[in-house]
């Protein structure tokens, strides 16, 4: 892993998702869990197929479900449900890592943001600054959420994900072949999404998705069309001064340490000179 340094959009990796070919066996969702050793609880039905009904601390990837309606020029109307595999779409200039306050969140050559548990001071800014509202906060007070199985693709393997779906929904690799690929979709008459976005994320992201127009609407269930957040940009000016005061602050605070350590010595040593002064003059 690397500092704050973002790959240029068509370096490192990206994946095509295919929403047409997903069938929502949840085949992902479970290897999520597995690979990356998540905490299971048991399934809670609701209205939509959907469980759980959001990401969690223990669940980076949910496969959520859009109810929909075709319409046919005919007038004939077709109830539609959508399945739509959804984790951390890896933002181009992710804003959660320009957010963080302490440089927590890092992003690896392959484009991979990752919050590192053990610097992450809780703050929740990542989730603040997050268009997606992806990052979630763990019992003990730290941020996590998908990493892109980044130790899987430092070793060559597809994310877990992306290895164990039926259908191939989702097309992994090099991030030049991926948007090409994306690219071509649209040039078919798909809808694709994470192409062109705010510049908020950097214009594009890393999970770039595809489907037909005729069922696009579910799209919106959770890839807003404005992939923003007001005013964090106040956050990401003020980190600087945040992390230079950190530093500043924890200075001046050895400083005054010193400086009444100095002055206890002073204070002891004289004292001793007084009482062996005064012992002298008994003796």
Request: one cysteine or more; glycine letters at 8%.
């Amino acid at each position: 892993m690397v500092s704050l340094t973002f790959p240029r959009r068509d370096e490192g990796v990206a994946v095509l998702v295919r929403l047409d070919r997903c069938i929502g066996c949840r085949a992902c969702q479970v290897a999520c869990k597995e690979w990356n050793s998540l905490e299971y609880r048991p399934t809670e039905f609701s209205p939509t197929f959907t469980t759980p009904q959001d990401l969690e601390p223990n669940v980076w990837k949910v496969v959520f479900f859009g109810e929909i309606t075709r319409e046919y020029p005919t007038g004939f109307a077709d109830p539609y449900v959508q399945p739509i595999p959804f984790n951390c779409v890896h933002c181009q200039t992710a804003p959660c890592a320009r957010a963080c306050p302490v440089g927590a969140i890092k992003v690896s050559d392959e484009g991979a943001v990752v919050i590192e548990g053990r610097e992450c001071i809780g703050c929740g800014y990542c989730q603040e600054a997050c268009p997606y509202n992806v990052p979630r906060q763990r019992e003990d007070g730290t941020y996590t959420k998908c990493t892109f199985c980044v130790d899987r693709i430092q070793h060559g393997m597809e994310p877990a994900c992306v290895a164990v779906c039926p259908t191939e929904v989702f097309e992994f690799g090099p991030a030049s072949q991926v948007l090409a690929s994306a690219e071509a979709e649209r040039a078919a008459g798909k809808e694709v999404y994470g192409l062109n976005l705010d510049s908020y994320v950097g214009g594009s992201i890393r999970w770039v998705y595809s489907i037909s127009k005729d069922k696009a609407h579910a799209l919106k269930i959770r890839l807003p069309e404005k992939a923003t957040v007001p005013f964090n940009f106040l956050r990401e000016v003020l980190n600087p001064v945040i992390r230079y005061g950190a530093v500043l602050g924890a200075a001046l605070l050895a400083v005054i340490g010193v400086i009444h350590e100095v002055k206890y010595r002073k204070e002891r040593v004289k004292a001793l000179k007084e009482a062996t002064k005064e012992k002298g003059g008994k003796e």
